[in-house]
């Protein structure tokens, strides 16, 4: 049974940091892209970053290009993504994902396993 699980959300004032961890198990995706996408009340999921199998090549939203980074731990099937300078406009639940089709690397209905999802609150 394949399980994405994401730790590490939470409150948070604006200008803060948080780290947050997307560990898998049930299988390895060593070989593939993983993501984080993000879900406020009343929105759509959308795309937050995106790191390829070996790590070196990461993608970003504009919305957070230059504030978060994306790494990953293959060793370890563990994904995490650091946010720096956080702003009210990041709050959020965020999931992590996995298993990408051929679809695009920023679109939500491209992947198969996703996490349950950690809350992000930023207050101002």
């Known amino acids: 049974q394949v399980q994405l699980v994401e730790s590490g959300g939470g409150l948070v004032q604006a200008g803060g940091s948080l780290r947050l961890s997307c560990a898998a198990s049930?299988?390895?995706?060593?070989?593939?892209?993983m993501s984080w996408f993000r879900q406020a009340p009343g929105q759509e999921r959308q795309f937050v970053a995106a790191?390829?199998?070996?790590?070196?090549?990461?993608y970003y939203a504009d919305s957070v290009k230059g504030r978060f980074t994306t790494s990953r731990d293959n060793a370890k099937n563990t994904v995490l993504l650091q946010m720096n300078s956080l702003k009210p406009e990041d709050t959020a639940v965020y999931y992590c994902?996995?298993?990408?089709?051929?679809?695009?690397?920023?679109?939500?209905?491209?992947?198969?396993?996703w996490g349950q999802g950690t809350q992000v609150t930023v207050s101002s």
């Open positions: 994902a996995a298993d990408r089709s051929s679809g695009p690397y920023y679109s939500a209905a491209s992947y198969t396993y």
């Open positions: 790191i390829n199998w070996s790590g070196y090549s990461t």
């Open positions: 049930g299988r390895t995706f060593s070989s593939q892209t």
